[in-house]
């Protein structure tokens, strides 16, 4: 069986170096084929033609090409009176003792080669002789053919023998384990080369059964101290010791390969680190694997886990400095175990420590090619068998994966931040506002995921992954449930990062990289909490003056006209946006859903609204300033038209459009992702606060012309004065500070924002100033309202007040008094 193998290895290794195997090119080929080897692959090499190797091809180093006997293979025959010699990588042929190749050399390769004849001291030349077979039974043995040798006269009338080769005839009783030698008039058995008789078997006869010996068990072996011994069929080979390392210049299986001892990563603290206890710890597990024994192997790992628990639940004199710890525990845990797995048996391996840290090892063959899962109560993972062994492989042939989980070393990481440089954008697209801070919890155990293939920072294929977490809680307002490494630092201190993982809603992280791993929950927080407070405050105020003026609008007769019409919308439309923006503006289930949409819908209407009510606060400006316009202007029902219908028409054509564009994750407003969408509410802003602030510019400078023809002679601080307030009320009822809204392009401009939100949320305070207060018939009605209350005579205000200002009152038109 073996023959055979080795000669359909042989025919394997001719066709690929036919095919051209050997012409690839240096770059692309492997630099560490074993000797006796060739490269294929920049992965693989074969052996050489006359070698053979275990598999068919190499992909590690440690492997070796082993020599073919050629003499063994069943096609190989060198003809009559010779007789197979095997050398390295090949095999000759020589005669029997008593011939001679007629061309005087030594050795020949192949039978159509053979000039074997007898050498015969008389010169005689030997000549063809006929024989015959005949057939006996001699006693119980089956019948077998006997060659009887006929002589023939050759030129000097002696008679010379001809042999018969019983070898390549196949006239022999030779045992498959034997090897035939042919001898003139006969032939004998002997065993083969690492083989011996079997007890009661001499070597030699033609009933000769021979057995392999073993070199490992009878001391035959020359295998050094540091490697084992095992036994092939014929020969051995010496081996490293499981955890052992060939040296330099040597390799794993020939019979001079020379190994050292296992080397566990040093315990040492940081140089920045001053700390009594994590002294004592060091010491404990340097003394721990310094007498390490391999029979042991269980028994260390248990109490390396167990003496880190001890290290963490016990008080450490260590305020700062503890992500560099955790960091270097978690390195040398990783070496430590990884080495340790190398002295374990074939199979699964887990052990959970009275303190609830949980490790798990799986060790297999590294040429395996399934999908392997490893687990324990606390993790579970999934990966491509092949990912363990990495490019160079292992030593023994073994490969590992583990999974370490340690609930203790949670302590050490509680106030770790989170890298958000490679996802900042795309949360500031989901948020619609720069995340500004974020708050991280632990939800799960840190897993440590490490194999026997160091190089794990690229995987050519993804591994999966489960942690088992406690909170059941669903992810709230602009929270995250995320699969988070842990990133380290050239210093030792690091940080949580998520590039390279992903997590599904089923809760299984995919990553194409290996570390320690943990589910985290991230609250971010997208809002400044001061402009958050400002938008309340100025809200809520913003709402009761705006309630004040819609009633005083409504009841003081004596200010009734067209402006104050318009003034009541403006204050009703701004009113009802400011109570659904403060109630339903924050969408708390972070879905889009039926509310949200309506709360939106609702927003773009009312705010539209506000803004048609101030572009007719506008025209009424221009025509009454300007134009001197002394009719009515439009009628109320015009203005309605214009005031309601307008936005109700924006609103009505954008949700047939693009109903999707109501509504955000964050908030319940035009999704400004939505190409185009933020413009059914910002173009029509954008044109009426450009239209207002040119009716502005208009209005003050005829406002400037108007106070000096009424009395030239007036106080320049005075002219001023009133000026300014005239025209710091026109501007706000104008609604022209939203015009800073233009330019707010940038959300990380802070103090833009801060003005754009006061200016806006206190909006509702400034018309009640400007259009109530600083009207001199409202305050006259207030002070009667008051004297009703009190019970006091309104003459007695009235005869006090009545100077002053008159000649500015008598001198201005009706529609004008009080502004």
Not at 459 to 475: C, G
């Amino acid at each position: 069986m073996r023959g055979a193998n080795c000669h359909l290895l042989l025919v394997v290794c001719i066709l690929l170096s036919l095919s051209g195997a050997g012409t690839q090119k240096a770059e692309n080929c492997a630099r560490w084929c074993p000797p006796n080897s060739e490269c294929v692959s920049n992965r693989s090499c074969v052996c050489k033609r006359g070698f053979s190797s275990e598999k068919e091809f190499i992909t590690n180093p440690s492997e070796s090409c082993e020599d073919i006997n050629e003499c063994l293979l069943p096609d190989v025959s060198c003809g009559s009176f010779a007789t197979c010699k095997n050398s390295e990588g090949s095999y000759s042929c020589v005669c029997n003792p008593g011939y001679k190749l007629l061309s005087g050399a030594e050795s020949f390769n192949n039978q159509s080669e053979n000039t074997c004849q007898a050498s015969v001291d008389t010169g005689m030349t030997p000549v063809p002789s006929r024989s015959h077979t005949v057939t006996t039974a001699p006693g119980n043995l089956p019948e077998q053919p006997t060659t009887v040798h006929e002589t023939q006269l050759g030129d000097s009338g002696e008679r010379t023998p001809k042999d018969v080769n019983e070898c390549t005839s196949g006239q022999n009783r030779c045992h498959q384990s034997t090897h035939c030698i042919n001898k003139l008039r006969g032939y004998s058995c002997i065993c083969r080369q690492g083989w011996k008789p079997v007890p009661g078997s001499p070597n030699g006869p033609d009933d000769t059964v021979c057995e392999d010996v073993d070199e490992c068990s009878s001391g035959q072996h020359q295998c050094h101290s540091s490697t084992t011994c095992n036994n092939t069929l014929g020969s051995y080979k010496c081996r490293c010791r499981p955890g052992w390392k060939p040296t330099s210049g040597t390799l794993d299986g020939p019979k001079n390969t020379i190994c050292q001892e296992p080397v566990f990563p040093t315990w040492t603290l940081l140089p920045t680190v001053h700390s009594q206890t994590l002294l004592r710890f060091s010491v404990e597990v340097q003394n721990l694997l310094r007498d390490f024994n391999p029979v042991m192997t269980n028994y260390t790992i248990q109490r390396l886990i167990e003496a880190v628990d001890k290290l963490l639940e016990a008080p450490m004199d260590l305020e700062i400095h503890t992500q560099q710890v955790a960091t270097q525990l978690l390195l040398n845990l990783e070496q430590s175990l990884r080495t340790l797995a190398q002295f374990l048996p074939k199979g699964p391996f887990t052990y959970r420590s009275p303190s609830n840290t949980e490790l798990s090892l799986m060790v297999k063959e590294q040429d395996n090619k399934d999908v392997t899962t490893v687990h324990h109560s606390q993790a579970w993972m999934k990966l491509d068998w092949a990912l363990t062994a990495g490019a160079k492989g292992s030593e023994n042939g073994y490969s590992m994966a583990g999974i370490l989980s340690s609930p203790n070393i949670n302590s050490l990481l509680a106030n770790a931040s989170l890298d958000l440089e490679q996802r900042r954008a795309t949360l500031e697209d989901v948020y619609g506002s720069p995340v500004r801070r974020v708050s991280l919890r632990l939800l799960s155990d840190i897993n440590s995921i490490f194999l026997t293939n160091t190089d794990t920072e690229k995987l050519t294929s993804n591994v999966t992954f489960k942690f088992n977490f406690t909170s059941a809680e669903s992810a709230k307002e602009r929270e995250e449930l995320m699969c988070a490494f842990w990133k380290a630092h050239g210093n030792g201190s690091g940080y949580w990062a998520t590039d390279g993982c992903s997590m599904n809603d089923t809760g299984f992280c995919h990553c194409n990289h290996l570390s320690s791993f943990a589910i985290l929950m991230a609250q971010y927080d997208v809002q400044d909490p001061r402009l958050e407070l400002i938008t309340k405050v100025g809200l809520l105020l913003s709402l009761a003056c705006l309630l004040l003026c819609i009633l005083t609008f409504l009841l003081v007769k004596p200010i009734q006209s067209s402006r104050t019409m318009v003034h009541l919308h403006l204050c009703i439309s701004l009113f009802l946006g400011s109570i659904i923006f403060l109630v339903g503006v924050e969408n708390e289930g972070g879905k889009v859903g039926l509310r949200c949409r309506l709360v939106a819908v609702m927003l773009h209407f009312c705010f539209l609204a506000a803004f048609c009510w101030m572009a007719l606060e506008g025209a009424e400006l221009y025509f009454l300033v300007v134009r001197v316009f002394h009719g009515q202007g439009l009628s109320t029902w015009h203005r309605c038209l214009i005031g309601y219908g307008v936005p109700l028409l924006i609103v009505a054509i954008s949700m047939a459009v693009k109903m999707e564009g109501y509504g955000h994750a964050t908030y319940c407003w035009l999704d400004f992702r939505k190409q185009g969408f933020l413009w059914s509410f910002s173009g029509p802003v954008a044109f009426i606060i450009l239209c207002n602030a040119a009716i502005f510019v208009i209005t003050v400078w005829k406002l400037t012309e108007k106070f000096s023809e009424i009395n030239p002679n007036m106080k320049k601080l005075r002219k001023a004065r009133v000026l300014t307030i005239t025209a710091i009320a026109q501007f706000l009822v104008l609604g022209c500070t939203w015009g800073f809204g233009l330019f707010l392009f940038n959300p990380h401009s802070t103090w833009l924002s801060y003005i754009f939100t006061l200016l806006n949320c206190l909006q509702g305070v400034f018309l009640y100033v400007t259009l109530c207060l600083l009207n001199k018939k409202v305050r006259e009605e207030y002070w009667k309202w008051a004297c009703l209350l009190t019970g006091s005579k309104y003459t007695e205000f009235n005869s006090s007040t009545t100077g002053t200002g008159t000649s500015q009152t008598r001198a201005l038109r009706p529609s004008e008094s009080g502004m």
